[in-house]
């Protein structure tokens, strides 16, 4: 266990990538990145924590920031409620902790939105504390290392994981001991094609000795991701000569929620709404069909059917829930990829 340890952390000295919260332990940065990287490699949203943190250097000026404005620079991500989140607990240390970030295990892990991994990550590499983290990568890398055949996405495979670690964790340097094993898995020990041949632990794993790399590690199948049937209704006018568009921000709890959406009516099946885009014009004036849409979250496939209604006066509709918006305007609200596709569509962004 010895070996696996000294072998990592000496590897990760020489290989680990040169990534920005790297160069420091500020526990705001550290935070900012554990939370855009939960959900997200490294090669895809390296420049969104380059932009968040360039708008939002400290916890102060994310505090005191609009959730509209927050919400726009974090964009393309996804996961929103991450965004949330954060946002709720700068607001939380600004005004209940006197600014200054919790250093402790347990006054971490209560921040909203920080579960056990983002905690241990974050006390591990800003305050030095024993915390050893779980990620998918880690749980990949100790799967193998050690030939776990628990399931990693059940409780029994999780507390087998977390005792191999214990075994080779490193207390003098839990920060670095952390960052390795991750960095290991993303880049060595990776889910497809590991470089099982570039390993430094070929005489250790057992997976590689028992030629059972790639059936590792065993995970339980998650349902299928449920289906979904969407008709976006965009309305559009002219008033006082600047094109406006009818937009609502959602309130509810949803993984949209505070971003903001043109309204939708929701069908079983796509059958079911061939009728409604059939209906005939004259309903709503000028009316076009836009190119369809296929959407993919990791727990719904959203089929999106925009259709573009065009009046020239008095809007027939209540929209008590929505607002007009000039072209101008909407490049400052935040919207969901989704919503990005039909306005890149109608040439407005």
């Not at 895809?44 to 927050?70: H, W």
């Not at 949803?254 to 009516?265: D, V």
Request: with cysteine; aromatic share 12%; glycine share 4%.
């Amino acid at each position: 266990m010895k070996v696996v340890r000294e072998k990592l952390l000496e590897w990760y000295k020489i290989n680990k990538r040169d990534l920005p919260w790297r160069h420091t332990k500020d526990p705001y940065l550290i935070w900012i990145s554990e939370v855009i990287f939960q959900q997200t490699r490294i090669d895809q949203g390296l420049e969104y924590y380059k932009r968040f943190v360039q708008r939002f250097p400290n916890v102060k000026i994310l505090a005191e920031s609009s959730e509209d404005e927050m919400l726009k620079v974090w964009q393309g991500l996804g996961y929103y409620s991450r965004a949330r989140n954060l946002h709720y607990s700068a607001k939380y240390i600004i005004n209940e902790l006197n600014g200054k970030f919790p250093n402790t295990y347990d006054e971490i892990i209560k921040l909203k939105g920080v579960g056990p991994y983002t905690a241990a990550a974050i006390g591990s590499i800003c305050f030095d504390l024993p915390t050893p983290v779980i990620d998918g990568n880690v749980q990949r890398f100790i799967s193998r290392l050690f030939a776990i055949s628990e399931a990693v996405n059940t409780s029994k495979g999780q507390k087998t994981i977390s005792n191999a670690i214990e075994k080779i964790f490193s207390k003098k340097e839990p920060g670095d001991f952390n960052q390795a094993m991750m960095e290991y898995g993303a880049t060595v020990c990776k889910p497809v094609n590991p470089e099982c041949d570039n390993c430094c632990f070929n005489e250790e794993c057992f997976a590689f000795q028992r030629g059972i790399v790639n059936e590792l590690p065993n995970k339980v199948k998650a349902n299928a991701p449920k289906s979904r049937f969407l008709i976006y209704k965009v309305y559009k006018r002219m008033c006082d000569g600047e094109t406006q568009y009818l937009l609502y921000k959602r309130d509810n709890e949803s993984i949209w929620k505070g971003l903001y959406e043109f309204p939708f009516e929701e069908f079983n099946s796509k059958k079911s709404i061939e009728a409604e885009l059939n209906e005939p014009k004259s309903l709503y004036g000028s009316v076009s069909h836009l190119e369809p849409l296929k959407h993919q979250l990791s727990h719904q496939t959203i089929f999106a059917f925009p259709i573009l209604i065009e009046f020239d006066d008095k809007l027939p509709i209540n929209v008590t829930l929505a607002e007009w918006y000039s072209v101008d305007q909407i490049q400052d609200l935040p919207v969901s990829k989704l919503i990005n596709s039909v306005l890149k569509s109608l040439g407005v962004v």
